[in-house]
């Protein structure tokens, strides 16, 4: 893949054109990527085990989402992150690792890195190191194999763990996600957080989000995260800190691990008003929202020219109507997600 994919009167005009702000004063600083809709995972929140995934040439090369990706960067993102489906699962994915590099070279960008399920990070975690990624969110909901299985329907926990341990070795520094699931892991969300902090790893706990299609009401799969707190408060001494990764986490400190936890409340407090993010998926789809419809279509401006004004004005017009928040709710008088599209179609 070329090391410049964009021209210097492109640059020039990006440059002119500033950063990129929505219509709430809220600066868009943080791009997260979908390389692929596949998964060789069928967790239980995110995907219907019977998928149906989009076919290969409606995806954009990776040629294509390296410049996309720059476009964004040259307008002021400082965080790329690469996810899926399973980033990793995309053929030759780490030359688009290698290439995006380049930006953390010359400090355009202050972090590229990636969400991952795990399953494949044991073959790619020392190039994904070679290439300036410094951290990676891998994706543990349990560390009971069975129930894991059960979760994932298809993935083996031990590859998973091996891949973080490889991780480590590499130099990698790991968080740990986990979708907190009513009846199916909440009681061993401690031992959890333990193993994580005991690992030297943070651990972010999600509240499961009603995207798509699952096979099973989300009603039943939803876990509030206050509720996790406060049982968790029972046992452990949990303090608000300031510290931040650029996502919607918010960090305590657990005094008796001495290690950090963080929560994503999408349902229980949103964090729409500090929102600084954007999704483009495999097919070039700019969504301004995760939990809105609304989205713009950035492959048609991508491929009508190699003049990226003509991009750099579509993600303008995009950005301008990203919305002041989402939409989410679920309980029992809401039967249909939220948004129709699965989180693997967005990018997690």
Excluded at 6 to 33: C, E, W
Excluded at 244 to 257: C, F, I, L, Q, S
């Amino acid at each position: 893949m070329p090391r410049d994919l964009i021209d210097r009167p492109s640059v020039a005009a990006a440059a002119k054109a500033g950063p990129l702000m929505d219509t709430f004063g809220r600066a868009v600083t943080y791009l997260r990527v979908s390389v692929t809709d596949r998964c060789d995972f069928r967790c239980v929140y995110c995907m219907a085990e019977h998928m149906t995934f989009l076919p290969k040439q409606d995806l954009l090369s990776l040629e294509e989402l390296d410049r996309l990706c720059s476009a964004f960067v040259l307008r002021g993102v400082r965080k790329l992150r690469l996810t899926g489906g399973e980033p990793l699962v995309r053929r030759d994915v780490m030359t688009l690792f290698r290439s995006l590099s380049r930006h953390l070279e010359t400090g355009q960008l202050e972090e590229l890195t990636l969400t991952t399920n795990g399953s494949q990070l044991a073959r790619h975690a020392a190039d994904l190191a070679a290439c300036g990624v410094k951290r990676i969110n891998v994706s543990i909901d349990t560390l009971d194999p069975a129930k894991f299985r059960a979760i994932t329907r298809w993935g083996e926990l031990s590859k998973v763990l091996e891949g973080v341990s490889t991780a480590k070795a590499a130099g990698l520094k790991v968080k740990i996600n986990a979708v907190a699931l009513k009846d199916v892991n909440e009681h061993e969300i401690a031992s959890m957080m333990e193993w994580a902090h005991g690992e030297g790893h943070d651990l972010s706990l999600i509240e499961v989000m009603p995207l798509g299609e699952v096979g099973e009401e989300r009603v039943d799969q939803y876990l509030p995260l206050s509720d996790v707190r406060a049982r968790l408060e029972e046992r452990f001494t949990l303090t608000d800190i300031a510290y931040r990764t650029g996502g919607p986490a918010r960090y305590v400190e657990v005094k008796e691990t001495g290690g950090r936890l963080g929560f994503i409340t999408p349902l229980t407090h949103n964090f729409c008003e500090g929102c600084n993010r954007v999704r483009v998926t495999c097919t070039g789809t700019l969504y301004m929202c995760l939990g809105q419809e609304d989205a713009a279509d950035l492959r048609a401006p991508l491929r009508a020219t190699r003049d990226d004004a003509v991009l750099q004005a579509a993600i303008d017009e995009a950005i301008f109507r990203k919305p002041k928040g989402h939409d989410f709710v679920i309980d029992r008088r809401t039967r249909q997600p939220a948004v129709g599209r699965h989180m693997s179609t967005t990018g997690g």
